[in-house]
C-alpha cells in the first residue's frame, strides 16, 4: 500500500460518509477505509439509556452499524466475486505494533494496520461471503477448504473459521432438514414442496461426509454439540423415508468419527459427546435388530438378561426431573396390568446423576416393573446403556418382541397401544 494510496484514501475519510462510498476495488482500499473509519467514526451503544437522547442515540448507531455492515457484506461479495483477495498467508505473519487502530469486524481491539492484519481481514471476507450462502455448491465448498490451512497458519483467524465452516454445513444440512421440518411441524398442511427420497438422500450423504470431515479435524465441544442437529436430520430422514437406501451412507461417516474420537481423544467430555452420538446413530438404526438390555439397580444387584427371553420388553430411559417421562408412568401402568400377565415386561432406566433423589421418587412413587440407575450400573462396572442407546434427550422409549428384536423406536401413547394389542390382542 504506497503512500500515494494512503493519502487519497485518508483525504476521502475525511468525506462525510454514507454507506455508498464505501470502496471496493481492492481488498486493501477496502480493508484500509473500514479500519480508518471504524477509529474515527465508533458505534457506542449505552446499555443503560437514561433518557430519550440517549435512547435515540442508540437507535441511530444501531442503524448506522447495520447500514455499514450491509455495504461491508455486499463489498465482500464483490471481491469474492472479482478474485482480487490473496489466495496465501504472507511468508511472514509478524505484527507492527506501531500505528494502532481499532479493528474491523468488532473481531479484535487495538490491532495494528499490517500486512498480516489485512490478509486475515481479506481471509475473513473470503469466508463471511462463502459461508453467507454455502450450499451444496461443489465451488463453493471446494474454496471453503482451500483457505483452511492458510486460515489456520494465524491463531487468533482459528475460532472464526470453525464457526463459519460449522455455519456453513448448518445451512447446507437445511437443504435437507426444512421440509422434513417443516412438514413435522404441520403435518395436516399438505404441501407440494417436499422433495422425492432420492434428492434429498444425495444432500444428506453428501453434507454429512462433509460435516464429519470437519468434525474429525476439530472434535472441540461445541462442534460436537453441533452434531445433535445432523443426528436429528438423520431421525427425521428416517421417519419420513425408512425404506431409503441413502440413510446407511449419510450415518456411516459420522459414526466413523465417533468411534475415532473416542479412540484418540483424552478429554473424558468429548468422549461422552462421542459415546453418546454413536449411540444415537446405533438407535436410529434399531429398527429390526438385536436390543440388549442390561444393568443394575439401586440394591446394586444386576438384571438377569435370561429372564427377559420370550417376553416382549418395553425400555424406558427417564428422569426425576424429566416431566414427559413422569407423565407416561399411569398409561404404562395401565398396560403393565393389562399385558403384563400375557408376557409384557418393562425395564426402567434412570438416568439421574444423583441416586438419592431417585430414591425418594420411588418411596413416595412405587412402581411395579423393575427400575435400574445409571449410577449403580456404572459402579457395578458395566458399561453405559443410556450411552449404548444414545439416550440424551430423554424420553427414550424402545420396544423389542419375543425374539429380542426392537420393533418400536417411540414406543408412547397410540402407537405403542396399536402395537402391543397387534401382539397379544385383547
Keep these: 500500500m504506497n503512500l500515494l494510496f494512503l493519502l487519497l484514501t485518508c ?34 451503544i449505552n446499555q443503560n439509556p437514561k433518557n430519550d437522547e440517549e435512547k435515540w442515540k442508540n437507535a441511530m448507531n444501531h442503524h448506522q452499524s447495520a447500514l455499514l455492515y450491509a455495504k461491508m457484506s455486499e463489498a465482500a461479495e464483490s471481491l469474492t466475486r472479482s478474485d482480487t483477495l490473496p489466495a496465501a498467508a504472507p511468508k511472514e505473519l509478524k505484527k507492527d505494533k506501531s500505528n494502532k487502530i481499532h479493528g474491523t469486524w468488532n473481531l ?21 461471503s462463502l459461508a453467507h450462502e454455502s450450499d451444496l455448491n ?17 491463531a487468533v483467524l482459528t475460532p472464526l473459521f470453525l464457526s463459519l465452516k460449522r455455519n456453513a454445513c448448518l ?21 407440494e414442496t417436499m422433495p422425492a427420497a432420492p434428492e434429498l438422500g444425495e444432500k444428506l450423504v453428501a453434507v454429512n461426509i462433509l460435516f464429519a470431515e470437519f468434525l474429525k479435524k476439530f472434535p472441540n465441544e461445541d462442534n460436537m454439540k453441533t452434531a445433535e442437529v445432523f443426528l436429528d436430520t438423520i431421525r427425521l430422514f428416517r421417519s419420513y423415508f425408512p425404506d431409503s437406501n441413502r440413510l446407511s451412507d449419510a ?24 459415546e453418546v452420538y454413536e449411540g444415537m446413530l446405533r438407535r436410529q438404526e434399531l429398527l429390526g435388530k438385536t436390543m440388549p438390555i442390561w444393568g443394575a439397580d439401586l440394591n446394586g444387584k444386576m438384571l438377569d438378561a435370561a429372564s427377559l427371553e420370550g417376553k416382549v420388553v418395553l425400555l424406558d430411559f427417564w428422569a426425576t426431573w424429566c416431566g414427559p417421562c ?17 408376557g409384557f415386561e ?13 430414591t425418594a421418587y420411588l418411596e413416595r412413587n412405587p412402581l411395579p416393573w423393575r427400575t435400574l440407575s445409571k449410577e449403580a450400573t456404572k459402579q457395578a ?26 420393533v418400536l423406536l417411540d414406543a408412547r401413547g397410540e402407537k405403542l397401544d396399536e402395537i402391543l394389542e397387534n401382539i397379544f390382542g385383547e
Design 381 to 406: 462396572g458395566l458399561p453405559s446403556l443410556s450411552g449404548y442407546y444414545g439416550a440424551k434427550q430423554i424420553p427414550v422409549v424402545l420396544l423389542r418382541n419375543r425374539a429380542g428384536n426392537a
Design 346 to 358: 418393562i425395564i426402567g432406566f434412570n438416568v439421574d446423576s444423583d441416586s438419592k433423589k431417585l
Design 108 to 128: 479484535y481491539k487495538n490491532i495494528p494496520v499490517n500486512a498480516a492484519d489485512l490478509w486475515a481481514e481479506s481471509c475473513f471476507l473470503k469466508y463471511q
Design 251 to 274: 450415518v456411516e461417516p459420522l459414526r466413523r468419527v465417533f468411534i475415532d474420537v473416542q479412540k484418540r481423544i483424552s478429554d473424558p467430555l468429548i468422549r461422552e459427546y462421542a
Design 171 to 191: 445451512r447446507s444440512l437445511n437443504f435437507v432438514r426444512k421440509p422434513m421440518k417443516d412438514r413435522e411441524e404441520n403435518p395436516s398442511q399438505k404441501t
Design 138 to 154: 461443489p465451488d463453493k465448498i471446494a474454496m471453503l477448504h482451500e483457505f483452511a490451512t492458510e486460515i489456520e497458519q494465524y
Design 11 to 44: 483525504f476521502a475519510l475525511d468525506a462525510e460518509w454514507t454507506p455508498d462510498t464505501v470502496p471496493s476495488k481492492s481488498p486493501d482500499e477496502f480493508l484500509y477505509y473500514y479500519q480508518r473509519f471504524l477509529h474515527v467514526n465508533p458505534f457506542p
Design 326 to 342: 413422569v407423565g407416561e408412568f399411569p398409561h404404562l401402568k395401565k398396560l403393565y396390568e393389562k399385558y403384563h400377565g400375557k
